[in-house]
């Protein structure tokens, strides 16, 4: 914070000239030389880079045996630091125990690509990201602080789960009935996520890194409305082709009922007003799934769909007053109503007069979008 500013405030009358002198000798006490450490930062990234170079320059001249080695003795290192200075380190920063631990779990993760580049291996790449999960995400679970290991988590999970579903159905294009064993095991499978919010939930209460568990909920609860926001832009496209009780129309219905299992866990887990409104979005985002492939390839209905679904996150956040939430609720109905007018009036674009009334529509959206978002929207607060 400038002492400009601080002055700025006092001048305006915000703050008296106590709090003023005070703040300034704490700015002063805590000032941190940003220009120096620019320069340390410059300096430790060259040689960063540097040995990079070197190493990839000679990569192939270093025996594996011994990349191996050092490979899992920096694995072993940061593991290491973390289980006997885990306390030192936080005291000193937070941040340094959350980044040790995600640089100890992508060095775990790199460690079975390079295993398989030594020795010539190949396998579905689910496999080894199975391993890494039952390796590093206890561990993550753990010690996870912040954002950037509930990502990790979240991210290895979705991304393992899709790879084993891709492996074996090709992303959705296996045959067979509407009640076939196999690909409701697939279709379950790639649910599985969404299961972590419930747990997160109860988490949170119980432990003191209650921010890492907020994240994971909320990361949870994205791949829940994306799943449902996927599922309706599939739709809108007639990605799905068939109708009744097929194959997808049942994977659906079940990836849904998992959605809406888990939202009831978390509102289960954390009763207060943001569990019941989180909850009750991913059940929202749940029933939306199969509704989204009984309307495929009708574009007003998928549409209304789609946009129910995010009035409904809207007014969820307007009760537990989530203001970043309710904009980007507001952005999104703005975006899927241009979306639509270009849908219901393709053959108006082929001339300069749709065009225009084109453009005009888009404009209005948008001024109507922003008046509505600073109208309506909650007062800032801290989401949870």
Same mark, same amino acid.
């Given at each position: 914070?400038?002492?400009?500013?601080?002055?700025?405030?006092?001048? *305006?009358?915000?703050?008296?000239?106590?709090?003023?002198?005070?703040?300034?000798?704490?700015?002063?006490?805590?000032?941190?030389?940003?220009?120096?450490?620019?320069?340390?930062?410059?300096?430790?990234?060259?040689?960063?880079?540097?040995?990079?170079?070197?190493?990839?320059?000679?990569?192939?001249?270093?025996?594996?045996?011994?990349?191996?080695?050092?490979?899992?003795?920096?694995?072993?290192?940061?593991?290491?630091?973390?289980?006997?200075?885990?306390?030192?380190?936080?005291?000193?920063?937070?941040?340094?125990?959350?980044?040790?631990?995600?640089?100890?779990?992508?060095?775990?993760?790199?460690?079975?690509? @390079?295993?398989?580049?030594?020795?010539?291996?190949?396998?579905?790449?689910?496999?080894?990201?199975?391993?890494?999960?039952?390796?590093?995400?206890?561990?993550?679970?753990?010690?996870?602080?912040?954002?950037?290991?509930?990502?990790?988590?979240?991210?290895?999970?979705?991304?393992?789960?899709?790879?084993?579903?891709?492996?074996?159905?090709?992303?959705?294009?296996?045959?067979?009935?509407?009640?076939?064993?196999?690909?409701?095991?697939?279709?379950?499978?790639?649910?599985?996520?969404?299961?972590?919010?419930?747990?997160?939930?109860?988490?949170?209460?119980?432990?003191?890194?209650?921010?890492?568990?907020?994240?994971?909920?909320?990361?949870?609860?994205?791949?829940?409305?994306?799943?449902?926001?996927? *599922?309706?832009?599939?739709?809108?496209?007639?990605?799905?082709?068939?109708?009744?009780?097929?194959?997808?129309?049942?994977?659906?219905?079940?990836?849904?009922?998992?959605?809406?299992?888990?939202?009831?866990?978390?509102?289960?887990?954390?009763?207060?007003?943001?569990?019941?409104?989180?909850? *009750?979005?991913?059940?929202?985002?749940?029933?939306?799934?199969?509704?989204? @492939?009984?309307?495929?390839?009708?574009?007003?209905?998928?549409?209304?769909?789609?946009?129910?679904?995010?009035?409904?996150?809207?007014?969820?956040?307007?009760?537990?007053?989530?203001?970043?939430?309710?904009?980007?609720?507001?952005?999104?109905?703005?975006?899927?109503?241009?979306?639509?007018?270009?849908?219901?009036?393709?053959?108006?674009?082929?001339?300069?007069?749709?065009?225009?009334?084109?453009?005009?529509?888009?404009?209005?959206?948008?001024?109507?979008?922003?008046?509505?978002?600073?109208?309506?929207?909650?007062?800032?607060?801290?989401?949870?």
């Amino acid at each position: 914070m400038s002492a400009r500013k601080i002055a700025a405030w006092h001048d *305006a009358g915000l703050i008296d000239a106590g709090t003023r002198d005070r703040l300034l000798a704490y700015e002063a006490q805590h000032a941190r030389p940003l220009a120096l450490w620019a320069v340390f930062g410059i300096g430790a990234l060259a040689i960063g880079l540097g040995l990079v170079s070197v190493v990839a320059a000679n990569w192939e001249d270093i025996p594996g045996q011994l990349r191996l080695s050092v490979h899992f003795a920096l694995i072993v290192t940061a593991l290491g630091a973390l289980f006997w200075r885990e306390e030192r380190l936080a005291a000193a920063s937070p941040w340094a125990v959350e980044a040790l631990l995600f640089v100890a779990a992508a060095l775990g993760l790199t460690f079975f690509g @390079h295993i398989g580049q030594v020795y010539q291996t190949s396998s579905p790449l689910w496999q080894p990201l199975a391993v890494w999960l039952a390796l590093f995400a206890p561990l993550l679970l753990l010690m996870g602080r912040g954002w950037l290991t509930a990502a990790a988590v979240m991210g290895g999970m979705t991304w393992c789960a899709w790879e084993y579903v891709g492996a074996n159905t090709g992303f959705g294009s296996a045959g067979g009935g509407g009640t076939d064993p196999a690909y409701l095991w697939l279709a379950l499978v790639s649910a599985l996520p969404v299961l972590a919010a419930p747990l997160a939930a109860a988490m949170r209460a119980r432990s003191i890194r209650g921010d890492f568990w907020r994240r994971v909920e909320q990361l949870a609860l994205a791949y829940a409305v994306g799943g449902a926001s996927f *599922a309706c832009a599939l739709a809108s496209a007639g990605g799905f082709g068939e109708g009744g009780l097929s194959t997808e129309g049942v994977g659906m219905a079940l990836r849904g009922a998992v959605a809406a299992l888990a939202g009831l866990g978390v509102m289960l887990a954390r009763p207060d007003v943001s569990g019941r409104m989180a909850g *009750a979005i991913m059940v929202g985002a749940g029933a939306v799934m199969p509704l989204a @492939h009984a309307t495929d390839d009708l574009t007003l209905a998928v549409a209304l769909l789609f946009m129910a679904l995010w009035i409904g996150i809207a007014a969820a956040a307007l009760v537990a007053h989530w203001r970043g939430v309710f904009q980007l609720s507001v952005g999104v109905i703005a975006l899927r109503l241009i979306i639509l007018s270009f849908e219901l009036a393709g053959d108006l674009l082929a001339s300069g007069f749709g065009l225009i009334l084109s453009g005009l529509l888009i404009l209005g959206v948008a001024w109507a979008a922003v008046r509505v978002s600073k109208a309506f929207a909650p007062r800032p607060e801290a989401e949870t």
